[in-house]
């Protein structure tokens, strides 16, 4: 198995640089593609309701202030990934290509960013976010929140300041639950590259779950070896516990489930997940 193509999401913010630089770290081992999205949003729906007609000047002036902000963002995150490529020593190419050597493109589109995002992500293979948080343009939580449930795809996300090497170390969080499982199957194209693979579970699970064991010997078929780590979790918070003791095993990637048993957009992103994914310590690869 292996990864062909990755989808990065760019706004124009400091953080894209951090996301991109993840794929294409993500993207080097595989000589995978590298394809940046900016989305644009449609000027007129930035008009204000105010409960009283506006005149067509305040119209026109609203709209082409939105679509200088647009033009604007568009430049910043185009630079951005114009400079990641070059460091990252991928070629820029107009269309997507297998080469010998990691590629990438730049895509633009109008629309709203979370249907835009969750239609282009059904023909890639991973799609990468910057963490986000609760101060975050809640646009780029939405887009998440649909990918992540809805698309069918694996997510990874990048701590702010990402490393050179992703997918050497990996620890896999265990709960032996059904996003887990999805989880460990959806990352066995870094599984096959990792110098080690670390299943990480913690000593209270419940009895319906599937052994850590099990989980191991589903790899050992894959070909690939991996150690189990039981930890005992205390009164720590789980999604802590995870990074923590990532870190402590020098992990370059963390591989976990959703973590959400609630099929409401709105509660899919509490405990675990909400923690991972606004604080990543190290890139975490994340399947629903």
Do not use: C
Not at 246 to 257: C, E, F, I, P, R
């Amino acid at each position: 198995m292996t990864l062909a193509k990755i989808l990065v999401p760019v706004r124009g913010s400091g953080r894209d640089g951090a996301a991109l630089r993840t794929a294409f770290a993500a993207a080097r081992p595989f000589l995978a593609h590298v394809e940046a999205l900016f989305v644009h949003s449609d000027p007129r729906e930035t008009i204000p309701y105010v409960g009283v007609p506006l005149s067509p000047q305040v119209i026109q002036d609203v709209i082409d202030s939105a679509t200088e902000l647009n033009k604007a963002a568009s430049a910043a995150a185009r630079e951005i990934f114009a400079r990641q490529a070059k460091e990252a020593q991928a070629r820029i190419v107009a269309v997507a290509e297998k080469s010998t050597m990691a590629t990438a493109s730049w895509v633009e589109k109008t629309g709203h960013l979370t249907s835009v995002l969750e239609q282009a992500a059904l023909l890639a293979d991973l799609i990468v976010f910057p963490p986000v948080g609760h101060g975050d343009n809640p646009d780029v939580h939405d887009a998440l929140i649909r990918v992540l449930t809805k698309s069918g795809r694996p997510i990874l996300l990048s701590p702010d300041e990402p490393g050179e090497e992703l997918g050497r170390r990996v620890v896999v969080g265990w709960d032996g639950g059904m996003a887990a499982a999805h989880a460990l199957s959806a990352a066995l194209p870094f599984f096959g590259k990792a110098e080690s693979v670390t299943i990480l579970s913690f000593a209270r699970t419940k009895e319906s779950s599937i052994a850590p064991e099990a989980a191991r010997a589903y790899l050992a078929l894959h070909g690939v070896s991996a150690e189990l780590h039981t930890a005992d979790r205390g009164t720590h918070l789980v999604g802590e516990l995870l990074t923590a003791t990532a870190g402590t095993m020098n992990a370059d990637l963390l591989v976990v489930g959703g973590y959400g048993h609630s099929h409401a957009l709105q509660t899919i992103f509490g405990g675990v997940t909400q923690h991972i994914v606004s604080q990543p310590k190290l890139p975490v690869f994340m399947m629903h």
